[in-house]
DNA sequence: TGCCCTGGCGC
DNA sequence: GTACGTGCCAGGGCA
């Protein structure tokens, strides 16, 4: 038996756990058997625990150290398996790569950290000998103890580069590291399978009674290419709905030739149902409805380099909710008369536009309540979903020319609806030219939480991203912070956290039978207060719809 | 089989 | 010369 030594108080402690048969592609569901903890407190003093009973003493000789590890979550998930490991703080070297290098670095893994910060390359290749193993060689000993060492040399690295840069990293341990917690507490989400199924089928039926008709794969751009070519004359250059295709039928319209339109009208939907009926389909009950039509997605605190959450296994911020509402409609509650609590950011990005940017008239147009989406729509001459579109667009950076083409207007007239706002909203137009030139000069721009997202400026998408990265990011760390306000106020309640969903300016909590009511006071008030922290003066408003599914409006 | 590309969904 | 930001996922097509 091989216990460690005690750690002193505040000790960097490098802790990395490996488990047999666990597979691929499920790391966030914790399987398999106890195979190894390796902890690290220097280079030279690494401790190894092989028995899953010795787990319990080692956890609480190493409690008073400051524990270090690349990708904690996986960890702390599976030694929760073994022992109760309250929320502490942690420096993950992972998350703290990815909340350092956003915009730089796409792999955040620890053999890229390690080739990064320290120059060494750290082989992986023994890490897939664990899938099948069940017992340690010496190579899969050597390995778990590299892994904890290499962690620690990078945490070491990674903080003298913060000391130098005097970053204060509040993205890090104020958002993004506590929100680790809310999201590790994250509860499964209830599936209608026998819905989903039905559902599933019908849609399968369709699209293949719909996709003989036509006579070819309208999933083959090729094929379609090809269909298009024949059915019509005309050479598409790809097969792409909203840039080619739909533009194509509105012309063929124009032209009255309508036959050859509603031609181009049944290969979209027809591509539409196929896509929806695979992505959708019996596969996905297959793949991740678990026993009780529960679903454990792998949920992500910082995935995107704006520091957006993402959601995988599957990606449930992406399950349909414009065109067709049927599949967020299967998620219930789990529980007997339980209730699904929506609530949603009330125009979240513009309200952090505003605060960015000091607009009065902005700010005032928010806080009256006008629709800004109609506004738009009168601007650029268009219907109100379109202008909501178009908002959304200009959000993203998009330019004269991109409204144009996306909206299919004439460029005069994008110009002048650009042109409109601009000096409706003189100060958002202003703050736009400032994030340009200092993303030009700094290379990176910030969020509120002091987040750097860095710029190519070697690319051509670089202005749009100065634009929309503060924006996005500071949204991000907004909701995060709301996320981290409600798991901190469930615990002082002494109330379970029901928190099953978060699609960036939202979350989803299923709360039990009678407890809808609190839960929405709740998520209101903790939703608002997130406001007072990330974006002080601006004042943030949240919308809660309370119904028994996920499609629930009310 | 693995990888890249295309296309489509969310915000 | 480009053209709307960020993700996740499925199927086609090719090496």
Redesign the pocket.
């Known amino acids: 038996m091989t216990l460690p030594r005690p750690a002193r108080q505040g000790e960097t402690t490098s802790i990395d756990t490996e488990f047999f048969g666990q597979r691929k592609g499920r790391l966030h569901r914790p399987e398999g058997t106890f195979a190894c903890l390796s902890i690290a407190y220097s280079p030279t003093e690494v401790y190894q625990v092989f028995d899953a009973s010795d787990l319990r003493a080692a956890i609480e000789r190493i409690s008073p150290g400051l524990w270090v590890g690349h990708n904690l979550m996986y960890d702390i998930r599976q030694l929760r398996r073994f022992v109760d490991i309250p929320q502490r703080p942690v420096f993950d070297t992972m998350m703290m790569d990815q909340d350092l290098w956003g915009g730089y670095y796409r792999d955040f893994g620890l053999d890229d950290a390690s080739r990064r910060w320290l120059g060494r390359r750290l082989e992986k290749e023994a890490r897939d000998l664990f899938g099948k193993a069940t017992t340690m060689t010496p190579e899969m000993v050597e390995y778990a103890a590299t892994d904890a060492v290499r962690a620690l040399e990078v945490m070491q690295a990674q903080r003298a580069y913060i000391a130098e840069n005097e970053m204060e990293m509040r993205h890090y341990w104020e958002v993004d590291e506590p929100a680790m917690w809310a999201f590790l507490d994250f509860e499964p989400v209830k599936i209608d399978v026998d819905g989903w199924l039905k559902l599933a089928q019908e849609n399968e039926q369709e699209a293949a009674r719909l996709e003989k008709e036509l006579g070819f794969?309208t999933?083959?751009?090729?094929?379609?290419i090809d269909a298009v070519k024949k059915q019509t004359g005309r050479t598409i250059k790809?097969?792409?709905?909203?840039d080619t295709?739909e533009p194509l039928a509105d012309e063929l319209r124009r032209q009255k030739r309508d036959r050859q339109a509603e031609f181009v009208d049944a290969l979209?939907d027809v591509?539409?149902l196929r896509?929806?009926s695979?992505?959708y389909g019996r596969?996905?009950v297959d793949?991740y409805v678990e026993a009780g039509g529960l679903v454990y997605a792998d949920w992500?605190v910082t995935?995107?380099?704006?520091g957006?959450s993402?959601?995988?296994?599957?990606?449930l911020?992406?399950?349909?909710?414009?065109?067709v509402t049927h599949f967020r409609k299967l998620f219930v509650s789990k529980h007997k008369n339980g209730r699904m609590v929506i609530a949603d950011q009330n125009q979240?990005e513009p309200r952090i536009m505003a605060w960015w940017s000091k607009d009065d008239a902005l700010r005032g147009a928010l806080l009256a309540g006008r629709d800004l989406h109609q506004e738009a729509a009168d601007d650029f001459n268009l219907t109100r979903r379109e202008g909501k579109?178009v908002n959304?667009?200009l959000g993203?950076?998009?330019?004269a020319?991109?409204?144009a083409?996306?909206a299919r207007i004439p460029l005069d007239v994008a110009e002048a609806g650009i042109r409109r706002r601009n000096g409706r909203y003189p100060m958002a137009a202003i703050w736009i030219g400032n994030q340009m030139n200092r993303g030009a000069s700094m290379g990176h721009v910030s969020t509120s939480m002091g987040r750097r997202v860095w710029l190519n400026l070697y690319g051509?998408?670089w202005q749009?991203?100065a634009i929309?990265a503060p924006i996005?990011g500071t949204a991000a760390e907004q909701t995060k912070t709301w996320l981290v306000l409600l798991h901190h106020e469930c615990r002082r309640l002494g109330l379970p956290f029901r928190v099953c969903l978060q699609?960036?300016?939202?979350l989803v909590a299923d709360a039990a039978a009678g407890e809808s009511r609190q839960y929405s006071k709740l998520l209101r008030e903790c939703g608002v207060q997130s406001g007072r922290i990330v974006v002080p003066n601006m004042p943030m408003a949240v919308g809660l719809a309370i119904g028994p599914t996920w499609g629930s409006k009310e």
């Open positions: 794969n999933m083959s751009p090729k094929q379609v790809d097969t792409n709905a909203k295709l979209l591509r539409r896509k929806m695979s992505t596969t996905w793949k992500h995935a995107a380099e704006t957006r993402s959601c995988s296994s599957p990606g911020q992406q399950i349909p909710t414009r065109r979240q579109d959304l667009g993203y950076g998009m330019s020319e991109g409204l083409s996306r051509m998408q749009r991203n929309n996005q699609v960036h300016d939202e």
